[in-house]
């Protein structure tokens, strides 16, 4: 039985309450300042006076994990003990930027805690942790098949003091923020390396950097997730210092799989967060509506709806947890099987809860007269992100054939 940590279940209570006082009875508001608001990727009023209360509240960089202590004042949280507060800020699609627990920034931090200079982190790290500026992560193409990632095609040449990029990426979520201030791009420094895994380079790119365009906002199944949103981007003889160079030169393949694991994980949590809701939901919809003479609650296919819905989330959720507890103890790399179950298993599994509660909503379940439509979306394109399922699958197959046939795959 998974037990909540005396430091988490504090956390999560404050976290609760602050739900009820300040996230819910403002999603209505929150909505209309979205639509009213002149610039859909501007920073919102309400969402500025929100950060204020859980900035003075404590509950602010969550995520953060005790081996980065000095970055929060709570002292750091292990995954396990992060997961439910993630899975709550799940419950309100928006609501983790409140925290300065959203994507990408979040797994754009942990690259600057782990990767960066002293320099790097005074520049970005501090403002991100402050929530003062946005950033952005630049590795899908929209000319190769981004699920390998060593198919980049960007380039990065060395030209004396400085890198030289060009290329296209899109679907770089962050970017169309007006507060985002720094790029991380992965691009090809060494084509003719014999191996593709040292072939890549991460660098920072500034927002205002000469040769970067920002093309146009991008859609995911009709949704642009303002203010946050997703761009397409093109480098056109875009220069940067040398020092901006993460790591090292030819080291962006590492960082690609040091930072995607965390952020993946991240996903599954917030999608059970969702996906209860959208159960709650459905619950109460159940006993509010009568077809055909009696309660949509008394007829069966809505309790066998609602009994799978059950089991599947909390199945859901015991998968994240296990996962947590095994990156507590062995790390990200020693837990590369389970973060891959994980992240092919629970946006599917969500998706389709969130898809029964939609249907008992009937055509309302579809509009944004609910939150279920935004996180069906979110539980989609989840199957895509940090690389889609297909290649996790295969990659996870292989080594479980492998270790129980003894044979090499």
Same mark, same amino acid.
């Given at each position: 039985?998974?037990?909540?940590?005396?430091?988490?279940?504090?956390?999560?209570?404050?976290?609760? #309450?602050?739900?009820?006082?300040?996230?819910?009875?403002?999603?209505?508001?929150?909505?209309?300042?979205?639509?009213?608001?002149?610039?859909?990727?501007?920073?919102?009023?309400?969402?500025?006076?929100?950060? #204020?209360?859980?900035?003075?509240?404590?509950?602010?960089?969550?995520?953060?994990?005790?081996?980065?202590?000095?970055?929060?004042?709570?002292?750091?949280?292990?995954?396990?003990?992060?997961?439910? =507060?993630?899975?709550?800020?799940?419950?309100?699609?928006?609501?983790?930027?409140?925290?300065?627990?959203?994507?990408?920034?979040?797994?754009?931090?942990? %690259?600057?805690?782990?990767?960066?200079?002293?320099?790097?982190?005074?520049?970005?790290?501090?403002?991100?942790?402050?929530?003062?500026?946005?950033?952005?992560?630049? +590795?899908?193409?929209?000319? %190769?098949? #981004?699920?390998?990632?060593?198919?980049?095609? =960007?380039?990065? %040449?060395?030209?004396?003091?400085?890198?030289?990029?060009?290329?296209?990426?899109?679907?770089?979520?962050?970017?169309?923020?007006?507060?985002?201030?720094?790029?991380?791009?992965?691009?090809?420094?060494?084509?003719?390396?014999?191996?593709?895994?040292?072939?890549?380079?991460?660098?920072?790119?500034?927002?205002?950097?000469?040769?970067?365009? =920002?093309?146009?906002?991008?859609?995911?199944?009709?949704?642009?997730?303002?203010?946050?949103?997703?761009? $397409? @981007?093109?480098?056109?003889?875009?220069?940067?210092?040398?020092?901006?160079?993460? @790591?090292?030169?030819?080291?962006?393949?590492?960082?690609?799989?040091?930072?995607?694991?965390?952020?993946?994980?991240?996903?599954?949590?917030?999608?059970?967060?969702?996906?209860?809701?959208?159960? $709650? /939901?459905?619950?109460?919809?159940?006993?509010?509506?009568?077809?055909?003479?009696?309660?949509?609650?008394?007829?069966?296919?809505?309790?066998?709806?609602?009994?799978?819905?059950?089991?599947?989330?909390?199945?859901?959720?015991?998968?994240?947890?296990?996962?947590?507890?095994?990156?507590?103890? /062995?790390?990200?790399?020693?837990? =590369?099987?389970?973060?891959?179950?994980?992240?092919?298993?629970?946006?599917?599994?969500?998706?389709?809860?969130?898809?029964?509660?939609?249907?008992?909503?009937?055509?309302?379940? /579809?509009?944004?007269?609910?939150?279920?439509?935004?996180?069906?979306?979110?539980?989609?394109?989840?199957?895509?992100?940090?690389?889609?399922?297909?290649?996790?699958? +295969?990659?996870?197959?292989?080594? %479980?054939?492998?270790?129980?046939?003894?044979?090499?795959?």
């Amino acid at each position: 039985m998974f037990q909540n940590s005396e430091k988490c279940q504090r956390l999560l209570d404050q976290l609760n #309450s602050f739900f009820d006082e300040h996230i819910y009875p403002n999603e209505e508001n929150y909505a209309r300042q979205l639509h009213e608001a002149d610039n859909r990727f501007a920073p919102l009023p309400l969402m500025d006076d929100l950060k #204020s209360k859980a900035k003075a509240a404590g509950l602010w960089n969550l995520f953060v994990p005790p081996s980065h202590a000095e970055y929060c004042d709570h002292g750091g949280l292990s995954f396990a003990e992060y997961a439910p =507060l993630c899975e709550l800020m799940g419950r309100v699609i928006w609501s983790p930027e409140v925290f300065n627990c959203n994507a990408p920034d979040t797994g754009n931090m942990e %690259v600057f805690m782990n990767y960066a200079t002293k320099a790097q982190q005074e520049k970005w790290l501090k403002p991100l942790l402050a929530g003062e500026i946005r950033s952005s992560y630049a +590795m899908t193409e929209p000319q %190769v098949a #981004s699920s390998d990632a060593t198919n980049v095609q =960007l380039s990065i %040449v060395r030209d004396g003091d400085e890198w030289v990029l060009n290329g296209r990426k899109w679907f770089i979520t962050g970017a169309m923020n007006e507060r985002t201030k720094i790029f991380i791009v992965m691009g090809k420094s060494d084509p003719d390396n014999a191996n593709r895994h040292l072939q890549q380079t991460q660098v920072l790119v500034p927002k205002n950097t000469a040769g970067l365009t =920002l093309v146009r906002p991008l859609t995911t199944l009709g949704y642009d997730d303002a203010p946050i949103g997703h761009a $397409e @981007l093109v480098f056109k003889d875009c220069r940067v210092p040398f020092e901006n160079v993460l @790591l090292g030169e030819g080291r962006g393949f590492e960082i690609a799989q040091g930072r995607l694991g965390p952020g993946r994980m991240h996903h599954c949590m917030r999608l059970i967060g969702i996906g209860q809701r959208s159960l $709650e /939901l459905a619950c109460q919809r159940s006993v509010s509506r009568v077809t055909f003479g009696r309660q949509l609650s008394k007829h069966q296919s809505v309790r066998e709806d609602i009994s799978r819905m059950f089991s599947e989330i909390e199945m859901a959720r015991l998968l994240v947890l296990k996962t947590c507890h095994q990156i507590d103890e /062995l790390g990200v790399q020693g837990s =590369l099987d389970m973060i891959a179950a994980t992240k092919t298993t629970i946006p599917v599994l969500i998706q389709n809860v969130i898809d029964r509660a939609m249907q008992m909503h009937g055509a309302g379940g /579809l509009t944004e007269d609910y939150c279920m439509a935004e996180g069906y979306n979110y539980a989609r394109w989840c199957r895509q992100a940090d690389g889609p399922d297909q290649v996790h699958q +295969m990659a996870l197959g292989k080594r %479980v054939i492998e270790r129980f046939s003894g044979i090499k795959a």
